[in-house]
Structure formats: structure tokens, C-alpha cells
């Protein structure tokens, strides 16, 4: 419109809160996202653990399905931390996965197309920018690990009875703050590799050489020098040792707790001080 005709008027429709102005962000990367067959695939196929223990569950408290078969079932029926430690491994394994192939393409294009500033330059800030793009991967692994796992944690608890609930609440916390741990540190490291790897396929494979070298490197620091701190670079391992300290067993790979947590929190500062220095209105090209 020309601005000599002076015919515009403002804006005077309703107005987006400014505390949930960052869910902008995932739900137009979700219509993106869901776009993609595999990706749909491999969300679906992310449930398939969660639902095989379901049944587990089902049978351990149905001791007569295995009398049937004439076993012993005090053998084979166990239902304790130890189950749903192992299944924050596998459901984290697959958490990881599905951060590989979501993350490369979160912060990249819009640096590649220069859109930062279209967003920075509205009333958003850099900190709801990293928010909404933060809470593409939480809400979406947080789908496929803690909340199916609190849905098995209160179907074994309606099998087994109050009297395990009470004794074993503490699994419900481990459960979801386990999980929640894991996904914060996936989706850091993953923007700040977006952010700074361009080209999403090789943002993909920087994201996975994170892990599988650092779990390489760190296996050979154990057999050259003959320790066990060399787990410390292997991420997965690390969040294992929190895992077990969560769910009060343990982690039998050498590394104390304390050093776990350092770890995952020197980790977390690094990925924000890369995020900061990258996610900004304007780009000095020297």
C-alpha cells in the first residue's frame, strides 16, 4: 500500500499473550514435521517397547497366565526399579534417535535464509526463540518416554496394589525426572549443532558423531590408562549413572554420581553459550 494515501490503520484484532507467544514456534514445525512418512513411522514404532512391558506388567500380575505353563513365576516376574531403569534406556535410545533426524532442521534454515531477524525484530525475544524451538523436541520426546512410562508406573500400580505404590513412589519421580533430564540435554546439544552446522545432513551426522565418538574415545581413555573416568565422554553413560542414582541403584560402570552431574551441567552452559552466540537479530561477516 502506498504510504502517501495514508489509508492504514493499525492492528486492533486480538493479540497473542506474551507468555505463550513462543508455542508459535512448534506448531508451525510440527505441520512441518508431520509431513514426513518416516518420521510418522518411526513415532509409532517408538511405542512398540512401551507397549510389550505393558503386557509384561499385565502378566506379572496374573500369576495364573504363568502357572499355566507351568513355571516358576518368582523367577521370572520382576517388578522393581530395575525395570523401568531399563526402560529409560531403550525409551532414550529412541529418544536420541528421533532427536538426530528432528534436530538438524530446527535453527539452520533460518539461519541459511536469514529469518532471524524477521522474528527478533517483532516483539520476541531471543529467549522465547530458543524456548519455542526447545519445546519441539520436549513436547515431542516427552511423548515416547516419561509419559508413557508414568501410564506403566500407574498400571502396575492399580495391578499391584497401594501397598507397592507407597513403596515405590519414588520410581513415578526418578521416572519423570529422568526423562526430562535426557531430553533437556538432547535438545541443547542438538540447536547448538543446528545452529552452527548449516547443511542439515551434516548437522545430522555431527549430532550423531557426538555420541558414538565420544563413546569410542572415551572406551579407549579406559583401556590406555586404565580407568573408568574416560565413561565421562560418553554422554550415554553419563546420563546412565543419574539414572541409577535416581531409581537408588547401581550404575556398576565406575562413575561416581557427582561427576555425572557435572558433566551433563557443563555440557547444558556449553550448548547455551553456543545457542547465545549464534541465535541473534544480525551476522558480522569479517
Avoid: H
Amino acid at each position: 500500500m502506498a504510504v502517501y494515501k495514508r489509508t492504514y490503520v493499525p492492528y486492533e484484532g486480538p493479540r497473542t499473550p506474551s507468555w505463550s507467544r513462543f508455542l508459535i514456534l512448534p506448531r508451525v514445525s510440527y505441520e512441518r514435521l508431520w509431513q514426513s512418512r518416516f518420521l510418522i513411522m518411526f513415532f509409532m514404532a517408538c511405542f512398540f517397547y512401551p507397549i510389550g512391558l505393558a503386557a509384561y506388567i499385565y502378566i506379572a500380575n496374573n500369576l495364573s497366565i504363568l502357572e499355566q505353563f507351568q513355571r516358576a513365576a518368582d523367577q521370572y516376574v520382576t517388578l522393581d526399579a530395575s525395570v523401568f531403569l531399563l526402560y529409560c534406556s531403550f525409551q532414550g535410545g529412541a529418544a536420541y534417535l528421533l532427536t538426530a533426524f528432528v534436530g538438524p532442521s530446527l535453527v539452520s534454515p533460518d539461519l541459511v535464509n536469514g529469518a532471524l531477524p524477521l522474528y527478533l525484530g517483532r516483539p520476541f525475544s531471543r529467549v522465547e526463540y530458543l524456548l519455542g524451538k526447545l519445546s519441539v523436541l520436549v513436547f515431542l520426546l516427552s511423548t515416547i518416554t516419561w509419559i508413557p512410562g508414568l501410564i506403566l508406573f500407574g498400571i502396575q500400580g492399580s495391578l499391584a496394589g497401594w501397598a507397592w505404590t507407597r513403596d515405590n513412589l519414588f520410581i513415578a519421580g526418578a521416572l519423570v525426572a529422568g526423562m526430562l533430564l535426557w531430553i533437556l540435554v538432547l535438545s541443547l546439544i542438538a540447536l547448538a549443532v543446528s545452529a552452527w552446522v548449516k547443511w542439515r545432513v551434516a548437522a545430522g551426522a555431527v549430532l550423531m558423531a557426538v555420541f558414538f565418538a565420544g563413546a569410542g574415545f572415551g572406551g579407549a581413555v579406559n583401556q590406555v590408562l586404565r580407568t573408568q573416568q574416560g565413561y565421562l565422554l560418553n554422554i550415554r553413560q553419563v546420563i546412565y549413572t543419574v539414572w541409577a542414582g535416581l531409581f537408588r541403584t547401581d550404575p556398576d560402570n565406575g562413575l561416581s554420581l557427582e561427576s555425572a552431574w557435572i558433566t551433563l551441567g557443563i555440557v547444558a552452559v556449553a550448548c547455551l553459550w553456543l545457542l547465545l552466540r549464534r541465535v541473534r537479530a544480525f551476522e558480522v561477516i569479517k
